[in-house]
């Protein structure tokens, strides 16, 4: 089989996708084994009433962010303060204590720096993008780590509980996790805070995945949003270069989607390829934006990376190559969020926003373009029901305003007797 035919994904190929995600995600629901988690986040949409000011601890990856958000209700809201952070590799593959208390002594910093009225309590909520087991709106354990984490004594363990410990540990016992809060969650959230058709969330980014509100079938039960985990579906075609990269791996076997769509992995597959180690989704991304006549600027980075690349016959093949890769990748892209809305309206007779974000979806030159196309092809012209709205730096926010939502409950489990909120409680009067 040729490179090219290899990583194609036609029409019929989405239309199967779109079944068999159907058909896992019923199994993922009914408690059955399933590819995909379908994990519920024990929280609805927000309505936009929701007031307030909520710190938020965002970890998706090696960077890692805390804000400060003032919810004003009436859809409206403001950052307060944000500070990023990187997490070097020896915290994400040393222990899982050193990994906690590192993110506490941030929350630290941030709230001696940033966060005003600091000592009384706090609710915050905890973005963790990691497939979790959720047991409840402010607790869950970590099913198994990705995008290169490693942290021993994580997996399996309450991620709520470690992270009250190390704030505690660090002195910030009036600071207590409200919800946890994966980041397709908190991306929902953040958009349907104002925006009531919203009900789809998706990253596109390192890694990959997707959540949507299930509306409530039976009349009085809740809405809820359910976390697809969409990353580890694995009802796809692989050629030789997926199941080279999927051995070379640090979980091979899991994130089958995940490792031909996300920027962990698009660029390695594009190295598997054109035989260069160092190769990256950004590589990817500059290559495909070479219009130049001569590919001069895929001849200067074929160079650094040790590819071969004198001639115009050479340039021309490295771009296909990445063309192929991350065309397929927005393909199956496509059919995964078309199996997500017509699994919640499958005639598509309302309208739904789809809150999007993830380097590879707003970076990559042609992904989101070509991820539309595809939604055409499938649905014709009832794909302009579907409207994909990038919502940058939403996976903070939403878990602050998830927060907001959950707040009230939390105080009651957790035996809170510190100075600094007997003295916020007599100042409030309470
Ligand atoms: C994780 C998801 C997360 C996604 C996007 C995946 O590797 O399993 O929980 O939502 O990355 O960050």
Same mark, same amino acid.
């Given at each position: ?32 084994? %399933? ?69 506490? %002594? ?6 001696? %720096? ?96 997707? $959540? $949507? ?71 990817? %991304? ?36 990445? $063309? ?107």
């Amino acid at each position: 089989m040729d490179i090219k035919e290899s990583f194609l994904i036609t029409l019929g190929d989405m239309r199967k996708i779109i079944k068999d995600f159907h058909r896992e995600m019923e199994k993922g629901l009914s408690g059955r084994k %399933s590819s995909l988690g379908m994990i519920p986040a024990y929280a609805a949409r927000p309505t936009g009433s929701e007031k307030g000011s909520f710190i938020a601890l965002d970890l998706g990856g090696t960077n890692f962010r805390v804000i400060e958000v003032e919810l004003k209700g009436g859809g409206k809201s403001r950052i307060l303060g944000v500070k990023n952070f990187t997490l070097n590799k020896n915290i994400i593959t040393g222990s899982g204590e050193r990994l906690f208390l590192f993110l506490a %002594s941030r929350v630290n910093d941030f709230i001696k %720096s940033e966060a005003q009225g600091s000592g009384r309590r706090r609710e915050l909520g905890f973005t963790f993008s990691f497939p979790v087991n959720q047991t409840g709106i402010a607790s869950g354990t970590l099913v198994k780590w990705t995008k290169g984490f490693r942290a021993k004594g994580v997996e399996g363990a309450d991620v709520v509980k470690l992270l009250n410990e190390a704030l505690a540990k660090k002195g910030l016992g009036n600071i207590k996790v409200a919800a946890l809060v994966n980041d397709t969650v908190g991306t929902l959230a953040a958009r349907s805070y104002s925006d009531r058709a919203c009900d789809v969330g998706v990253i596109i980014g390192t890694g990959t995945n997707a $959540c $949507c509100a299930e509306r409530p079938r039976t009349s009085g039960a809740d809405e809820m949003i359910i976390n697809i985990e969409w990353g580890n579906f694995n009802k796809l075609r692989r050629n030789s270069y997926d199941k080279e990269l999927d051995r070379r791996s640090e979980n091979p076997s899991h994130q089958v989607l995940e490792k031909m769509v996300s920027g962990m992995y698009l660029g390695g597959l594009a190295g598997l390829v054109l035989g260069a180690g160092s190769f990256s989704s950004r590589h990817m %991304s500059e290559i495909e934006s070479d219009v130049s006549r001569g590919l001069s600027r895929v001849g200067a980075i074929a160079g650094r990376l040790g590819i071969r690349a004198a001639t115009p016959m050479e340039r021309r093949f490295i771009k296909e190559v990445c $063309c192929l890769i991350s065309t397929r990748a927005s393909r199956i892209s496509a059919a995964a969020l078309a199996a997500v809305v017509t699994k919640i309206d499958p005639k598509l007779s309302r309208r739904h926003t789809v809150a999007i974000d993830g380097s590879v979806y707003e970076k990559h030159p042609h992904f989101a373009k070509r991820m539309k196309l595809a939604l055409r092809e499938i649905f014709g012209s009832k794909a302009s029901g579907i409207r994909i709205v990038l919502t940058k730096d939403g996976s903070g926010k939403g878990a602050a305003i998830i927060a907001a939502a959950a707040a009230s409950k939390i105080w009651r489990h957790h035996d809170y007797k510190s100075e600094s909120d007997r003295h916020a409680g007599e100042v409030a009067g309470e």
